[in-house]
């Protein structure tokens, strides 16, 4: 049964998705030109050249690790939300949706896919890309929090600016839990019911007794594995800084891959890198060289999504 609270969130016409899916295009695009011009194609291919096999099976081992916990934690919102999601099947779907994310522009059609997708099978489409959009922002939440800590704890380049942007943060959370408790949640308002399936979502899909402890572990172990992943790049790219600096300048290019404006999930990430690196004392080449192999090694570790997708393709025309 379909939920109407959900069904009654506004929608963007077609015209408007497509603006903003291109202008997400355009901004990734606008930074790798900002790059190739500053830098050249360099350290983009001075990166890839370095990449080996220690490398590659690194990037695929700990790639089983942050899909399994994504697919995990995916698995544990649903399920708060009461749509049934087995985790051997969010596992596959996860898979699917990472392969996408670093091969198509966006950075986020594998998990539109995904969603929409899982919102099918359960017969709820409303529902199914809920989960996902919480599942995502719980990992986000997450990293955000993680960063917060190990960015106060080393040097790095925002380290001045924490006090006041952390303090921005606790306003911004408190004032929306302030409007989630004082604004009615009933009512013919569709943003009314639209916050109400919001606190409802939180409190069953990430707060819930069964829930909250899975959420908070499986994301706290993939970002320790894309940290994981960063500093194998690093390394592999030919950096020798200690850990110490290289660990709040990973987490900054991290966070710069939420954004959702990338081609094939570079962009932002080696803007971010290329200014991070260079502020800390090291240099900006390093820094797109490091963010370059970085990509490359997601790309490989997503190679079972692609087994997936072919899995998926020999087995439809089967059944018809």
Do not use: K
Request: hydrophobic letters at 60%; a positive charge; proline letters at 5%.
């Amino acid at each position: 049964m379909g939920d109407e609270a959900g069904g009654a969130a506004p929608t963007a016409t077609p015209a408007g998705r497509s603006f903003w899916g291109w202008a997400r295009l355009a901004l990734g695009l606008a930074v790798l030109v900002g790059l190739l011009c500053w830098l050249g194609t360099g350290p983009f291919l001075a990166g890839l050249r370095l990449i080996d096999a220690p490398a590659l099976a690194a990037a695929l081992a700990i790639g089983v690790l942050t899909t399994v916990c994504a697919a995990w934690r995916w698995s544990l919102v649903a399920g708060g939300l009461g749509v049934r999601l087995p985790l051997r099947e969010a596992v596959a779907h996860c898979y699917r949706a990472i392969f996408l994310n670093a091969t198509l522009p966006g950075g986020i059609l594998g998990d539109v896919h995904r969603a929409v997708r899982h919102g099918r099978e359960v017969g709820d489409v409303g529902r199914g890309i809920r989960a996902v959009v919480w599942e995502r922002m719980a990992g986000q939440v997450v990293l955000v929090a993680v960063a917060v800590v190990l960015l106060f704890a080393f040097p790095s380049p925002v380290r001045p600016f924490l006090p006041v942007a952390t303090a921005v943060a606790v306003v911004v959370l408190v004032a929306v839990v302030l409007a989630a408790r004082l604004l009615p949640q009933s009512g013919a308002s569709r943003w009314a019911r639209a916050l109400g399936t919001a606190v409802s979502d939180v409190r069953r899909g990430l707060l819930g007794r069964r829930t909250w402890a899975g959420v908070l572990f499986a994301s706290a172990l993939a970002v320790a594995g894309h940290l994981a992943t960063f500093l194998v790049a690093a390394r592999t790219a030919g950096s020798t800084a200690p850990l110490t600096l290289l660990l709040p300048l990973t987490l900054l290019a991290l966070l710069a891959m939420g954004v959702p404006a990338n081609v094939a999930g570079f962009g932002p990430r080696e803007g971010v890198a290329a200014w991070a690196f260079a502020a800390a004392g090291l240099t900006a080449a390093e820094g797109v060289a490091t963010a370059t192999v970085y990509g490359a090694l997601v790309l490989v570790a997503s190679l079972p999504g692609a087994a997936v997708l072919l899995a998926r393709r020999v087995r439809v025309p089967a059944t018809v």
